[in-house]
Nanobody, 122 residues
Framework: QVRLVESGGGSVQAGGSLTLSCVVS????????MAWFRQTPGKEREGVAG????????YYVDSVKGRFTISQDLAKNTVYLQMNSLKPEDTAMYFC???????????????WGQGTQVTVSS
């Protein structure tokens, strides 16, 4: 059984930092795609960052480039999202997702965590 459990969300002021963690069980992150998505009420889920096959390739949405970093600890089968210089527009529920390939659409990811809330105040 595949299970993804996120943690690390919280409330911070603009300019602050948070690190999200996603512990994965039942699915080897080293040979698949792991991604972070975010969603706010009334909006579609947005892909934020992804990493393919154990750091072989990473990608970021333009709005977070230079501020967010996705990484993995293969020994712990855990994915991280380091978020720096946070802005109020980063406020969202953040989800960890897993799939065989890194495709743009969220529908291509069969496995999801329950989400962790990030709130950035101005």
């Amino acid at each position: 059984q595949v299970r993804l459990v996120e943690s690390g969300g919280g409330s911070v002021q603009a300019g602050g930092s948070l690190t999200l963690s996603c512990v994965v069980s039942g699915y080897p992150i080293s040979t698949n795609c792991m991604a972070w998505f975010r969603q706010t009420p009334g909006k579609e889920r947005e892909g934020v960052a992804g990493v393919y096959r154990g750091n072989e390739r990473t990608y970021y949405v333009d709005s977070v480039k230079g501020r967010f970093t996705i990484s993995q600890d293969l020994a712990k089968n855990t994915v991280y999202l380091q978020m720096n210089s946070l802005k109020p527009e980063d406020t969202a529920m953040y989800f960890c997702a897993a799939a065989p390939l890194c495709l743009e659409k969220s529908e291509s990811f069969p496995y999801w965590g329950q989400g962790t809330q990030v709130t950035v105040s101005s």
